[in-house]
């Protein structure tokens, strides 16, 4: 069976990236973008970093957001009317996964007008033309969403995430640019940097994982490790290597999958509204933990890439290092160790949703429901 693997037709990478916007929807003979970008960073003008090129070049665009910070399915819709409404001929996504993730949901449907119903969409869904063109300028170092075949939309009136998974929808084109990063704050900076470090793992512990989703998965830990810690403080360089590690990182699982964490971040999110970055952060060790029986030597590499010396080190010790390792960056950069929103009579619930959701099929050790209650029951507040 041969292993695919799909990326952006370009990408650009470091300081003034996104002074390349303009000249390649120029070269792409685009007329007029569809700006998804949410009320927050319009406010403080990050999104005017973008679109201040596009007023001086002359490039129409609407500007969209109507944006949660975990996207619904509302959101998507109102965006594809306000796309029709303007006539629009790419998007340009701007903004953390949310913004990402509604774009894809648009741009799909505007093309594939017969999916329109959002739901419709969940899954491996049948697409059979490529999203309106999208250019995805991430503002956090993350999610990767600007370079993966996933989104998440929440619907409000299920409680619950679901994961859409389409070829059809990878951005033609990534900006990442750690100038549109720099006014992250700290607790974002953290709760996005441990999202990518938990794609770094989990794609890397997977069931799809095969030798050249590994070597992206490595090095995304690598830098991770080495990194996230200045750019919590502001470092410039910290900053300008996580943004190109959470983007190796997304290089890999968008193609491989991740596993359990995923699952149960997004049933947190879904029920709670937990920020999906803060949620697999306090879920990364425990799931660690959970899996660390079924990952071969994979842990040992895991430790060395946070600089461990694993000489002479048994499995059980490499593997405990590893987890170790990782938990200790998680308290340097501020992870909480439980969920106050948590509560012990919905654990029932959140363990079935979190069985049911795309991601967990890819996790590397079967889990009951029992288990998963209890993975969760780990989380309440001591």
């Known amino acids: 069976m041969a292993n695919r693997f799909v990326l952006n037709e370009t990408s650009y990478h470091g300081h003034g990236a996104i002074e390349n916007v303009v000249p390649e929807a120029l070269n792409r003979g685009f007329k007029k973008a569809l700006v998804c970008s949410d009320a927050s960073l319009i406010k403080f003008g990050v999104t005017a970093k973008v679109t201040d090129l596009l007023d001086k070049a002359g490039i129409a665009y609407t500007i969209y957001d109507n944006i949660k910070p975990n996207p619904t399915i509302e959101n998507v819709t109102s965006g594809v009317k306000a796309a029709l409404e303007a006539k629009v001929d790419f998007i340009i996504a701007i903004g953390g996964g949310s913004s990402m993730d509604t774009a894809k949901g648009i741009g799909i449907i505007l093309t594939n007008p017969e999916f329109a119903d959002v739901r419709s969409l969940e899954g491996v869904a049948p697409t059979k033309n490529p999203s309106l063109p999208i250019f995805a300028i991430p503002t956090t170092a993350g999610t990767a969403a600007e370079v993966t075949i996933n989104y998440v939309i929440t619907d409000v009136e299920k409680e619950r995430k679901f994961v859409c998974v389409d070829v059809h929808d990878i951005p033609v084109v990534?900006?990442?640019?750690?100038?549109?990063?720099?006014?992250?704050?700290?607790?974002?900076?953290?709760?996005t940097g441990m999202d990518a470090l938990t794609h770094a793992i989990e794609g890397y512990t997977t069931r799809g994982a095969w030798e050249l989703s590994d070597m992206f998965h490595l090095k995304a830990i690598q830098v991770i490790a080495k990194n996230l810690r200045l750019a919590y403080n502001n470092d410039p360089v910290?900053?300008?290597?996580?943004?190109?590690?959470?983007?190796?990182?997304?290089?890999?699982?968008?193609n491989v999958g991740l596993g359990i964490d995923h699952a149960m971040a997004h049933t947190l999110s879904a029920h709670y509204d937990v920020p999906h970055g803060k949620a697999c952060a306090m879920l990364l060790p425990i799931s660690m933990e959970f899996n660390k029986e079924t990952t071969g030597d994979k842990l040992k590499?895991?430790?060395?890439?946070?600089?461990?010396?694993?000489?002479?080190?048994?499995?059980?010790?490499?593997r405990n290092a590893a987890i170790a390792a990782v938990r200790q960056l998680g308290s340097d950069v501020g992870v909480p160790t439980y969920c106050e929103e948590i509560r012990e009579e919905d654990l029932d619930v959140l363990a079935s949703d979190a069985l049911k959701d795309a991601c967990y099929p890819g996790n590397p050790r079967e889990a009951t429901h029992e288990q998963v209650v209890e993975l969760f029951r780990l989380l309440l507040k001591k």
């Open 238 to 254: 910290g900053r300008e290597e996580m943004a190109l590690g959470q983007y190796i990182a997304g290089m890999g699982f968008s």
């Open 174 to 191: 990534a900006f990442v640019d750690p100038d549109m990063m720099s006014s992250m704050p700290k607790s974002l900076t953290a709760f």
């Open 301 to 318: 590499y895991i430790a060395e890439a946070f600089g461990v010396d694993t000489t002479n080190m048994s499995q059980d010790e490499y």
